[in-house]
């Protein structure tokens, strides 16, 4: 991969400036590198800077607020009586299965770490 990218030299600085700019947004040089030779995004983007706005903008997430997540948090926990009978005897795993539910419910938008968080509190407090 890095053959292709210094066997140009116009390539190799735009790949540079392109890993400089990325460093702001915490983008790895390979991510950078692979969408250069991959999906060739580098040459619908004279610019680097137009490059990592739209590698910002293929790996942000965008993830439900917080009363989404709870809201759907208090439906599953609801809806699943059996799951919560098994983790309140110690079956600890059924918390992936229960956190499965929640991002169904939420689309795939929560953030994993607020809804576990969420439903361990939701769970423990029963």
Do not use: C
């Not at 735009?14 to 915490?26: I, K």
């Not at 030779?37 to 917080?66: C, F, R, T």
Request: aromatic fraction near 4%; glycine fraction near 8%; hydrophobic fraction near 40%.
């Amino acid at each position: 991969m890095l053959k292709i990218l210094i066997s140009n030299p116009g390539r190799s600085s735009y790949f540079e400036e392109a890993v400089s700019l990325g460093q702001n947004w915490n983008l790895s040089a390979k991510l950078i590198a692979d969408l250069m030779i991959n999906k060739k995004l580098d040459l619908q983007h004279p610019e680097p800077a137009g490059l990592i706005k739209k590698v910002v903008e293929i790996i942000k997430v965008e993830y439900s607020d917080g009363s989404d997540v709870e809201t759907a948090v208090n439906e599953v926990v609801a809806e699943e009586s059996k799951a919560v009978k098994d983790y309140n005897n110690g079956k600890g795993e059924v918390v992936g299965f229960l956190m499965g539910m929640v991002q169904k419910k939420l689309k795939g938008k929560g953030n994993p770490s607020m809804v576990r968080e969420k439903l361990l509190n939701k769970l423990n407090e029963r």
